[in-house]
């Protein structure tokens, strides 16, 4: 299994607090992503990094923001929690973003807003 | 707008048989598709995948067949188990997005002994 934690495992909060979820790997991969999934949606990219200190959106990036001082660490931050970021939060790593694109996943950080 | 989609929310197999899990596409510009499992309270853990130069490609008891005319995918799981119970998402990439994968909803897979 690739060496991928993420803490808190569980965290309710209420609206407006903000919020930070921690990823952190142990296989020294270049890229680390953010998903969340939620019923309906399958999994959804908030943002991802390619290095340290680069990062970039995805799909749900709408309130969330993310940092990666260390390779080892990706940070996702909501500002200001909302009920609508209530869902399970998913980190990913890969060695490239090339073929074959392969991502390997944290255990998810589920998340109440109340 | 779903890129990816898999229609069918369930499917419930018996034991021994065979389980097909299939996943459609519209971005033609994806050419790397993946199939990941979940167990509940775990995260996605990597199946199998196939690249769009393939039109099949085997691992054990796990089948992936492309088919791109169609822009469709299946998974073949034979003989099914009880363990393969879970949840199964398809992803694709390609094009621009290489490094971001695209996922589908989801199949919930029950395996009946």
């Known amino acids: 299994d690739a060496g991928i934690t993420q803490s808190p495992r569980h965290k309710v909060t209420e609206t407006g607090t903000p919020v930070t979820l921690r990823c952190h790997q142990t296989?020294?991969?270049?890229?680390m992503y953010w998903y969340r999934q939620d019923p309906g949606h399958g999994l959804r990219l908030i943002h991802y990094?390619?290095?340290?200190?680069?990062?970039d959106k995805g799909e749900v990036s709408d309130g969330y923001s993310v940092s990666r001082s260390k390779t080892e660490d990706f940070l996702l931050t909501l500002e200001s929690a909302t009920s609508s970021q209530t869902s399970v939060y998913f980190c990913?790593?890969?060695?490239?973003?090339?073929?074959?694109?392969?991502?390997?996943f944290g255990p998810g950080t589920r998340l109440t807003v109340l | 707008d779903q890129q990816v989609k898999q229609n069918s929310p369930s499917l419930s197999v018996q034991e021994g048989r065979i389980s097909i899990l299939n996943c459609d596409y519209t971005n033609s510009m994806f050419d790397y598709f993946l199939w990941y499992k979940k167990y509940p309270a775990e995260g996605p853990t990597f199946l199998i995948s196939?690249?769009?130069?393939?039109d099949k490609n085997e691992d054990g008891r796990f089948t992936v067949f492309l088919n791109k005319s169609a822009k469709h995918l299946s998974l073949h799981i034979v003989p099914s188990q009880p363990g393969d119970s879970a949840v199964y998402f398809c992803a694709a990439a390609g094009g621009t997005s290489y490094g971001k994968l695209t996922f589908g909803q989801g199949t919930i897979l029950t395996v009946h002994p």
């Open positions: 990913a790593i890969s060695e490239s973003a090339g073929r074959p694109d392969t991502q390997y």
């Open positions: 990094s390619y290095g340290v200190k680069d990062t």
């Open positions: 196939i690249s769009s130069i393939k």
């Open positions: 296989e020294n991969h270049r890229y």
